[in-house]
């Protein structure tokens, strides 16, 4: 390191003191630095320094000295008294240092979760800032891992610089699923993840399991987030449209045509295996049933059979009782062959 040398005063026979002052202080120094200061005085004299707090003094040449000064940011004051060949001590003269000690604090590391970005701020007490990579901006985004330097230049002139490593952590992941139907009365579980001590969950309802029973709505979104414990998030959200199974019992086809060819072969009612308990009748023009069933309908629809016997051609009557708020609906079904 090079020595700066300072004049600070000049002692002569009546002590008449000429003081290099720069703007308010004497001398202004950055944390860490080494000063040598220098003062004149009468042939033969001898010196007394002394430093009051914030720097040490690490050297003495009679009438210099060399300083240096610590972490601590402050307003100091230097001394002298210069003793003469016959041992009298002159009025000790003073001067003012300010030391000044500029800090970052970045963190010794950071989390930075896999996909997302996190910013390192420097602070705004600089005049200068250069990151790793050349950036010359107070902020640095960033969005990958790795060791990320910054040096910067306060307004004294005091350079000083911190690092941050930042390691990836995994985000958690959920999935609710797409967007359903739930008609009056049922209900699905959503499962946002695992039981788990390591990930945290919250619904939008402000519950906190992993999973929840959503029931029929108008329409309601139900969200989650999850965190892990590095800190990471994902959400996920599922509206739960309510069924109108009323309207599809009204709009229920009237007609099969059960020839084999694929099309329009079985009576398919839409939404109906949303009610498993709906009870189906087909009656005959004579009142008979010719098909009945507790649970709804097959799952391929009803064939236009009667215990495996292929039915006439003709129309039928039906009644299908839901077995939820009274909810029924009658009809006609006919078969065209």
């Known amino acids: 390191m090079n020595r700066k040398y300072h004049i600070l005063f000049l002692i002569a026979t009546l002590m008449v003191i000429a003081l290099k002052v720069e703007g308010q202080y004497t001398d202004i120094v950055c944390a860490g630095s080494m000063r040598i200061y220098k003062t004149s005085g009468n042939s033969g004299s001898s010196f007394q320094w002394a430093v009051d707090g914030g720097g040490a003094i690490t ?24 003793v003469s060949t016959n041992g009298c001590k002159g009025a000790p003269v003073k001067a003012t240092v300010r030391l000044s000690s500029p800090a970052i604090n970045l963190a010794d590391s950071m989390k930075l979760c896999k996909g997302q970005t996190v910013i390192l701020d420097a602070g705004p007490e600089f005049m200068f800032y250069e990151w790793t990579g050349g950036n010359k901006n ?37 999935n609710l699923g797409p967007y359903t139907t739930l008609c009056e009365g049922e209900t699905l579980e959503l499962v946002a993840g695992p039981e788990t001590d390591t990930l945290m969950y919250l619904w939008s309802d402000e519950t906190k399991s992993n999973s929840k029973m959503a029931r029929a709505g108008n329409g309601q979104m139900l969200s989650v987030k999850v965190t892990n414990l590095s800190g990471c998030s994902a959400s996920d959200s599922l509206i739960i449209w309510p069924c109108n199974i009323m309207a599809s019992l009204n709009e229920v086809q009237n007609t099969i045509t059960p020839n084999g060819d694929g099309k329009n072969d079985t009576w398919i009612i839409p939404l109906l295996d949303k009610y498993p308990n709906t009870r189906v009748q087909i009656y005959d023009r004579w009142g008979r049933i010719v098909f009945q069933s507790e649970h709804g309908l097959p799952p391929n629809g009803w064939d236009g059979t009667s215990n495996g016997r292929i039915l006439p051609m003709d129309s039928y009557h039906y009644i299908i009782d839901l077995k939820v708020g009274g909810m029924k609906a009658t009809g006609l079904i006919t078969i065209v062959r």
Request: proline fraction near 3%.
């Open 59 to 82: 050297n003495t040449y009679g009438d210099s000295i060399e300083v240096t000064w610590g972490n601590k940011a402050g307003i100091y004051t230097i001394q002298v008294v210069q």
């Open 138 to 174: 107070q902020r640095l985004i960033v969005d990958r891992a790795g060791t990320y330097k910054v040096t910067a230049i306060d307004g004294d002139g005091c350079l000083v610089n911190d690092s941050v490593f930042v390691s990836l952590a995994p985000v958690p992941k959920v």
